[in-house]
């Protein structure tokens, strides 16, 4: 599977907690979205909107994903859209969606490990993802961990 949380460690300040706090909220308001007949877009833009309206902003470096026989596959899940647009969400697909969200500037460099990502501005950064199934019930969240 394809997950990802960010940890806080240790006492954390308020607006990092509400980035933290946006970052999961935009992404349980996209699953929300993961029906048939939906648009890709239509996830896209719930992430981007509800980030942007709480004053943070997406990254657009970086996007989600389709999962099949390889991890990465497309369609490519961006965490900003038109909603209406894109590929239609058939029963079957799989997506990684995964909202990674700053405080500041959305721009960023890679590391030399060419793993690490840091935003230009120096501002801090969430990233929360699961894998969604599309289904007729509605979205299957397969990387939720029960308990």
């Keep these: ?20 706090r946006v970052t999961e909220e935009s992404l349980g308001l996209a699953i929300e979205k993961v029906k048939l007949k939906h648009h890709l877009g239509d996830v896209s833009a719930t992430v981007q909107q509800y980030v942007e309206k709480n ?12 999962i099949g026989r390889e ?24 997506l990684a969606i995964e909202p990674m969200v700053t405080s500041g500037s959305n721009e960023l460099r890679v590391l030399g490990d060419n793993w690490t990502a840091v935003t230009l501005d120096g501002g801090y950064s969430a990233h929360f993802e699961h894998m969604v199934a599309v289904t007729r019930n509605g979205p299957d969240v397969l990387t939720r961990l029960e308990g």
């Design 71 to 94: 991890l990465h596959e497309e369609p490519q899940v961006p965490n900003y859209g038109r909603a209406g647009h894109g590929p239609v969400l058939k029963e079957g697909m799989v």
């Design 1 to 20: 599977g394809d997950s990802a949380l960010t940890a806080p460690v240790g006492e954390i300040s308020e607006p990092l907690r509400k980035l933290l």
């Design 55 to 66: 004053g943070f902003n997406v990254v657009r470096e970086f996007v989600g994903h389709g």
